[in-house]
């Protein structure tokens, strides 16, 4: 008589977890700048993003421009992540946390390259007062003899002070249990 040896290597793991994600409404990764971590921050985030006519602020977004260019990516990424997760044991969960730390790392990383507008002449005159002219042209030095120029931080668009591109990050919400 023949046997035939079925070896599970996770596949009826990862049926179980899709079966249980179908028994859940709204599983999904929000990604930005949240009230409950720093009301501020995400009030500052909320005005760049938009725009604040009132303020002065033009529109500056980081966060759905980002998701414009790269949410194919971040698609893609998650569903290599549930091809790969054949034949393994892995926690889904992990699975949205990796695409949320990338969502997170692509909106940092288009801060950093500086967003348009530019800063206004205004702004960029105030922020230079306490910088000391050097003999290069566009350099300047601070109070503690550190070197900067226009392209740094200080003069890049939403990266001032870092608390912004610190205060984006990412939640994987699982959703609500369906009731059968």
């Given at each position: 008589?023949?046997?035939?040896?079925?070896?599970?290597?996770g596949l009826e793991?990862?049926?179980?977890?899709?079966?249980?994600?179908?028994?859940?409404?709204g599983a999904h990764v929000q990604v930005g700048v949240f009230a409950r971590n720093d009301q501020k921050l995400a009030t500052i985030a909320a005005a760049h993003e938009f725009g604040s006519p009132k303020r002065g602020l033009p529109q500056r977004s980081f966060m759905r421009s980002t998701a414009y260019e790269k949410g194919k990516d971040w698609g893609d990424l998650l569903i290599a992540g549930l091809r790969q997760h054949l034949g393994k044991r892995r926690d889904l969960k992990l699975l949205f946390d990796k695409v949320g730390a990338r969502a997170v790392a692509d909106m940092r990383a288009k801060i950093k390259s500086g967003i348009?507008?530019?800063?206004?002449?205004?702004t960029v005159k105030q922020r230079i007062k306490g910088f000391k002219k050097t003999k290069r042209p566009g350099v300047f030095k601070d109070g503690r003899g550190r070197f900067t120029t226009l392209k740094s931080a200080k003069f890049t668009p939403l990266w001032k002070t870092g608390a912004l591109i610190r205060a984006i990050t990412w939640y994987v919400n699982l959703g609500k249990v369906l009731k059968k």
């Open positions: 008589m023949n046997t035939v040896v079925v070896t599970d290597k793991s990862l049926l179980a977890q899709l079966k249980a994600l179908r028994t859940r409404e348009a507008p530019p800063l206004a002449a205004s």
